[in-house]
């Protein structure tokens, strides 16, 4: 069977607990299963932040993340993952983004979680417009993320 | 071809999509940014700093020297900063 792959780009908040069970639930092949949620600070670079706003290319970012899940998929044994994102205002603490990843053991599901991470961060179609009391912003991209990416790279 | 626009890069030139006929010597991702901001000056701000212009032909990122005949959607946006 080939490995469940769920992508959805949506508005509304996710439940972590509900997308492990819809992943892991009546099958007994999966011995590890790896999350990471990402979630709206209160503060950046020592200021308060009242609310991220996600601006995305409906359609391209879609297809980008399933771009990196297939290769996810090729490079490591995985019996299924999970991408959630967000779009739209998102008050600090709120969820942002999910990734689930399943695998029979560990380290697949922990090294196929960063890569999907990593890329998510450098080439999914999403642009975070941060408010705080100086106004709205643009968040810039950073070079440490560009970096994180390019180490999956092969050479 | 439709040519998309996001976040600053969309606030800069004021709309979110449009439909464009550039010229035929207009050949790649690169000549139509030159093309585009000769238009006015709207755009001449949106492209002032090419290097951080990002572009993707019909949902796939791509090079500046891409070549965009038989593209039907043309997006330009900056670095991306989503997860």
New interface residues.
């Given amino acids: 069977m080939d490995a469940p792959v769920t992508i959805r780009i949506q508005q509304d908040d996710f439940d972590i607990a509900r997308e492990i069970a819809a992943l892991s639930q009546g099958r007994t092949d999966i011995g590890a299963v790896v999350t990471f949620s ?1 979630i709206c600070r209160g503060s950046e670079g020592g200021d308060d932040i009242s609310a991220l706003t ?4 409906p ?2 970012a879609e ?2 993340i399933k771009r990196h899940a297939d290769e996810a998929l090729s490079r490591w044994p995985l019996q299924g993952l999970t991408v959630i ?1 967000r779009f739209g205002r998102i008050t600090p603490g709120q969820n ?2 999910l990734v689930v990843t399943a695998s029979q053991h560990r380290q697949a599901a922990f090294a196929a979680a960063e890569f999907l ?1 990593d890329y ?10 941060e408010e705080s009391a100086k106004g709205k912003g ?4 950073r070079a440490h ?1 560009d970096a994180a990416a390019a180490r999956w790279t092969k050479s | 071809m439709k040519v ?1 626009y ?3 890069v969309r606030e800069r030139i004021g709309k979110a999509e449009e439909t464009v006929e550039p010229p035929a010597n207009v050949r790649t991702i690169n000549d139509l940014i030159v093309w585009l901001s000769a238009r006015d000056e709207s755009y001449a701000r949106a492209f002032e700093t090419p290097k951080v212009i990002r572009a ?1 032909i019909d ?3 791509v090079r500046p020297d891409a070549a965009i005949s038989g593209a039907r959607e043309i ?1 330009f ?7």
């Fill in positions: 990402g996600l601006e995305h290319y359609g391209m297809a980008e994102h942002i983004v991470m998510l961060k450098t080439s999914a179609p999403f642009w975070k417009q643009w968040v810039e991209a993320d | 998309k996001f976040a600053w993707a949902h796939t990122h997006a946006f900056p670095p991306m900063t989503g997860g």
